[in-house]
Structures are given as C-alpha cells and as structure tokens.
C-alpha cells in the first residue's frame, strides 16, 4: 500500500482555527486514508483551546512546531499579509526526509470532493510543482478593468504575455526537483531582492523563478472566487474551493454564497471557539451579464485545450 500524501498547512496565529477546519473538510472526504494532514506552525500559533477539538479529529492531525523566524523572518510583508505566507518557500527545509512529495495549502480553502489523495500518483516530469493556473492570468480572457493592470504586473515580474502564472494557494511540490533546482532558496532570494515588483510576496517571486515551468493542475484542485462567480461550480466539479478575496465566508461582511458561510459557522459553533461563527449566511442568486458570460465561454474555451496532469478535462458540452 503507497504511503499517504503529506498535505501540508502553515498558518499563523490568525489562520489556525480556519486551518483546522480546512484540515476536517479533507478528513471528511472518503480518499482520507491516503492523506497524511500536517500542521506546521510556531508553538504560539497554536489557538487556545486546540486540547478541546474533537478527540477522533486530532488524532489524524499532526501538529509540528517549527521556529519559522529562523527561515523565512526578515523577508517583506505587505497589507494583510504575515510573514507565514512565505513558509511554504522552505516546508522541504523543516519537513522529515521520508516525504517525497507533498502537497501546500492555504487555511481559506475548504475541500468538498474527495481526489487529493489521488495527487499522489501524478506525472509531475521534472518538473518541481504543479499548481492552477491564476486569475492574473486567465483575466487575459475577460479585457476587463484588471486585464491590463495583471498584464503590466507580469510583465515587471519579467514574464512574457503567455507565461503561464499560477496560484500558490495549492500546491503539489516534488522535493527532488524543488531542491535539484533550489526554487525556494531562488525565490527567496528573489522576494529579498525586488519587493516592490512582488505585491503577492511569495506567490510573484515562484512565478518570477519558475517562469511558466510548472505542471497544470485543473480548476478542480483551487476553484477561486471567480469561477464561483461565473456560475461554473456544476460544470468543474471542484474538489477544493479557495476563498481568495476578503471578507472570508468566516468574517463579518462575507459576500458570497450563505452556505460556505454555514459550514463555517456550524464548524465553529461545535468547536472550542464559536466566538468565530459567522452569523447566518444571505442566499445568493447567481446571475451572469453579457460580460460575464463572455468571459466564462473564452475561459471554458481555453481551459478546453489545456492538458492538466491530474486529468480532469472541460465537459464537451460545456464548451
């Protein structure tokens, strides 16, 4: 039997709790038995209270206590942004030698499907990750008030037009390949050197390094707050939605659909801290304009003639 995926979350203080309800929603998924879930944080990160979550819950949860100033403290931060953002940048660095392969997650993402386990078999080449193609790129497609402000954005990050960008909220990582071409310490160095050309921090200095050279996950794996918006949820199947826009379904002022913010509130409600329940969640009618809908048909179109090494591809009907 294959040793499970690590999957690996490094929030901060004020990302913990959110983090281990992200950590549940994959434990809840019938392909858990192929995960190993690790929570790798600063002993002060770790919320007051965490000795009271359900015993069956943390017993499949890892807590590992790293000193992260020692590997990414000094590095720049930005608005809302801590310094935990750049943990994944060395998670090969702190991890146990016997994982190969592990997978990176954000604390705003809820899993629904079950298919990260399945992660664990996919032909990554030589390639050091794998991750979902961003919105700062796929708005290419809408020539709408961003398309501009993202192109400019990418091409001060040295990328050309069709360089692929990807969102490093969900990331596959290949340990081998990562190390053989040291891409954290290059990002590092990256972010260290030109933090004004890096607003994402983190996110836009591993585009910068790896400049397109990255497997293709499908949507399914970072279903972001516009593909929700596009009315494409039916359509993609996701396995992991991503909240990537504030408020977050488990902050006052969330504006999106009431039942993310109802698994939240139920999660919190039966936790040690149901101080961070949301109140009831406002349904929400999803209605797409012309533009919009222009937008989902070229975004379908291109999605259509992408290869993504987890295999999912567009629903010939869909296009």
């Known amino acids: 039997m294959p040793a499970p995926l690590p999957v690996c979350l490094t929030p901060d203080a004020n990302f913990f709790r959110p983090a281990i309800l992200t950590a549940a929603s994959m434990l809840a998924q019938p392909d858990a038995e192929g995960l190993e879930v690790l929570v790798l944080c600063d002993e002060r990160d770790i919320a007051p209270g965490y000795d009271r979550v359900d015993p069956a819950l943390r017993s499949r949860i890892t807590i590992m206590p790293v000193d992260w100033d020692r590997y990414v403290g000094g590095l720049p931060v930005r608005g809302h942004f801590t310094s935990a953002v750049h943990r ?21 993402m809820l899993v629904v499907r079950p298919g990260l ?4 078999g996919v032909d990554m080449g030589r390639l050091p990750l794998a991750a979902a193609i961003d919105m700062i790129f796929l708005k290419d497609l809408e020539d709408g008030a961003l398309t501009a402000e993202f192109k400019a954005y990418r091409a001060r990050l040295g990328l ?18 990562w190390e ?7 990002a590092t160095a990256f972010l260290a050197a030109n933090a004004a050309r890096c607003p ?10 790896v400049d397109g050279q990255f497997a293709k996950l499908s949507p399914r794996f970072n279903f972001m707050g516009d593909f929700l918006l596009l009315d494409l949820e039916q359509t993609i199947e996701p396995t992991v939605l991503h909240f990537v826009n504030r408020p977050k379904p488990w902050e006052p002022g969330w504006r999106g659909d009431a039942r993310f913010a109802d698994a939240y509130r139920a999660f919190f409600l039966d936790s040690p801290w149901p101080e961070l329940a949301p109140p009831p969640g406002t349904a929400m009618r999803q209605t797409l304009d012309a533009e919009a809908t222009r937008f989902r048909t070229r975004l379908l179109q291109f999605l259509a003639g992408q290869r993504f090494v987890d ?9």
């Not at 386990?117 to 664990?120: C, F, R, W």
């Not at 295999?311 to 296009?319: D, L, M, N, T, Y």
């Open 117 to 120: 386990a399945s992660l664990a």
């Open 200 to 209: 994402y921090l983190e996110q836009s200095a591993l585009n910068a390094v």
């Open 180 to 186: 053989r071409l040291d891409v954290g310490g290059a």
């Open 88 to 108: 994944r940048l060395s998670l090969n660095r702190v991890l146990p030698e016997r994982i190969e392969r592990y997978v990176s997650l954000d604390a705003d």
């Open 311 to 319: 295999g999912w591809s567009v629903p010939k009907e869909a296009v």
């Open 160 to 177: 050309s037009p069709s360089t692929p960008y990807f969102n490093n909220g969900f990331t596959l990582i290949d340990r081998q390949n």
